[in-house]
């Protein structure tokens, strides 16, 4: 049996909830991690909400998780923007995940002259907000964007999501991003920073090779894919590396959250 104490960082989507339904066994799994004291983030690459709206969400799915332990891609950019140019200022391009972030880490988010152009996440990407990137760029300010995820979800089926505006702005003045959220190990680390744990004893849980095990396998970290979500295993074999353990399902962990990588 494996001496080390684990902590659990854990993607949401395609983990613990899919498509506004609880997963069978995720609430098993996170009531026998607080039962055991094992140390635990819900990560999100998602930059519309606040923590306190995502407990709300999560919530209403059967799942008791508390704000303090919910990690986004909003807040790693505001404590990312923090360390680089405390007190600095921004142009946000997103909802209140990110300008609610961004003003608690004492941010002023303006339309002139900013350090920043901050692009998240939105359910209405204007024309017009994007325009004034593009020219606020061409006149200095830094390109920073939440995360990279080209599209999102809806009831209707895909639609454009930060990376995918990303790309047009980029486009239109020649300047990449700074992407922060997966597949950066920044956003692994930062979670690492919030919990106090260390990268050896602390291992990934998602369901998109792409982002969740990339960033993982990047920040040193032991990796479990769920087959709940995007990745299979027929896919899951095209990518040149490979997550620690691959289960079915977030269920097959009750029981052995203590000692994930043993014989069960």
């Known amino acids: 049996m494996d001496e080390r104490r684990w902590t659990y960082l854990s993607d949401m989507d395609g983990v613990l909830v899919k498509e506004e339904h609880l997963v069978p066994g995720a609430d098993e799994f996170l009531a026998e991690l607080k039962s055991n004291g094992i140390d635990f983030l819900v990560l999100t690459n998602n930059s519309i909400y606040t923590p ?13 998780i508390p704000e303090e332990a919910i990690w986004t891609s909003a807040l790693a950019t505001a404590k990312f923007l923090s360390s680089q140019r ?26 002139r002259d900013p350090d920043y152009v901050v692009l998240g996440e939105t359910r209405t990407y204007s024309f017009s907000a994007i325009t004034r990137a593009i020219r606020l760029i061409e006149g200095g300010a830094k390109f920073i964007a939440t995360n990279p995820d080209a599209t999102g979800p809806s009831v209707e089926g895909s639609m454009p999501a930060t990376g995918s505006v990303a790309a047009l702005i980029e486009k239109a003045t020649g300047r990449s991003p700074y992407y922060v959220g997966k597949p ?13 744990a260390h990268s050896e004893s602390t291992l990934m849980i998602g369901d998109r090779m792409d982002t969740d ?14 087959l709940t979500g995007i990745s299979t295993r027929e896919s899951a ?13 977030i269920a097959d962990l009750i ?3 203590a000692d994930p990588f043993g014989e069960g």
């Open 86 to 111: 405390p007190n600095g200022s921004a142009y946000v391009i997103g909802e209140a995940g990110l300008t609610t972030a961004l003003h608690e880490v004492g941010y002023v988010l303006t339309e």
């Open 237 to 249: 074999e095209r990518y040149p590396y490979r997550p620690t353990l691959v289960i079915d399902s």
């Open 184 to 196: 950066n190990p920044l956003m692994m680390r930062s979670a690492l920073r919030r919990l106090g």
């Open 255 to 257: 029981g052995r959250t």
């Open 213 to 226: 095990v990339h960033s993982g396998i990047e920040a040193g970290l032991q990796t479990i894919l769920v």
């Open 52 to 64: 306190r709206d995502l407990r709300a969400r999560l919530e209403r799915t059967g799942l008791d």
